[in-house]
């Protein structure tokens, strides 16, 4: 093995190494009720990261790793789905739905990745938790308490989604240049 493959292969264990503990320390913040959804979101940003500096088979590794580390270590079980079921893959899994030439479809597809995602998710933490605890704090929306917090996870959702274009584009222009630059 050359010294040059032997630098490449170190930066990129060591990225990924790095990229994936911070992740983990990061899934710790979702102990703060409030941001039990956001952190697995900005996880999964970073996640793609690894997929930009050097591509999708390290990072989806290091996501599967990130999962697994935040089952075994972090508590708080509903971040740990969303970040199992959408957040830790979805920035990556963008990359490879932007072969989809129609815009439409493309957001018909990510809109089913999120529904198919939410119901999974529901699902497995009712048998897990219970409904009750599922829904706490939506008691004055009644027996429309699903699908009220479905449609503001659907709204957030888009709005995600939109942020990850933005985020990226940033990343793209500032980090990875100044990057690249160190590594050489």
Same mark, same amino acid.
């Given at each position: 093995?050359?010294?040059?493959?032997? =630098?490449?292969?170190?930066?990129?264990?060591?990225?990924?190494? %790095?990229?994936?503990?911070?992740?983990?320390?990061?899934?710790?913040?979702?102990?703060?009720?409030?941001?039990?959804?956001? *952190?697995?979101? *900005?996880?999964?940003?970073?996640?793609?990261?690894?997929?930009?500096?050097? &591509?999708?088979?390290? $990072?989806?590794?290091?996501?599967?790793?990130? *999962?697994?580390?935040?089952?075994?270590?972090?508590?708080?079980?509903?971040?740990?789905?969303?970040?199992?079921?959408?957040?830790?893959? !979805?920035?990556?899994?963008?990359?490879?739905? =932007?072969? %989809?030439? &129609? =815009?439409?479809?493309?957001?018909? *597809?990510? +809109? +089913?990745?999120?529904?198919?995602?939410?119901?999974?998710?529901?699902?497995?933490?009712?048998?897990?938790?219970? $409904?009750?605890?599922?829904?706490?704090?939506?008691?004055?929306?009644?027996?429309?308490?699903?699908?009220?917090?479905?449609?503001?996870?659907?709204?957030?959702?888009?709005?995600?989604?939109?942020? +990850?274009?933005?985020?990226?584009?940033? !990343?793209?222009?500032?980090?990875?240049? =100044?990057?690249?630059?160190?590594?050489?």
């Amino acid at each position: 093995m050359s010294n040059s493959s032997t =630098k490449q292969l170190s930066f990129r264990i060591s990225f990924c190494a %790095i990229i994936s503990a911070i992740c983990v320390i990061f899934m710790f913040g979702a102990l703060i009720p409030s941001l039990a959804y956001a *952190v697995p979101a *900005v996880a999964g940003i970073l996640i793609w990261t690894i997929c930009e500096q050097i &591509n999708i088979k390290w $990072a989806f590794l290091s996501y599967l790793s990130v *999962v697994l580390l935040s089952f075994m270590l972090v508590p708080e079980i509903e971040a740990d789905f969303f970040l199992l079921t959408l957040f830790g893959y !979805y920035p990556t899994l963008c990359e490879i739905l =932007k072969k %989809i030439k &129609n =815009k439409v479809v493309r957001y018909v *597809v990510k +809109l +089913l990745i999120f529904n198919i995602s939410v119901i999974i998710t529901y699902n497995v933490l009712c048998f897990i938790l219970s $409904a009750d605890k599922m829904l706490e704090g939506m008691e004055s929306f009644g027996q429309y308490a699903v699908y009220v917090l479905w449609g503001m996870g659907l709204i957030a959702f888009i709005i995600y989604d939109l942020f +990850l274009g933005v985020a990226k584009d940033l !990343y793209i222009k500032i980090i990875k240049q =100044k990057l690249n630059r160190l590594v050489k």
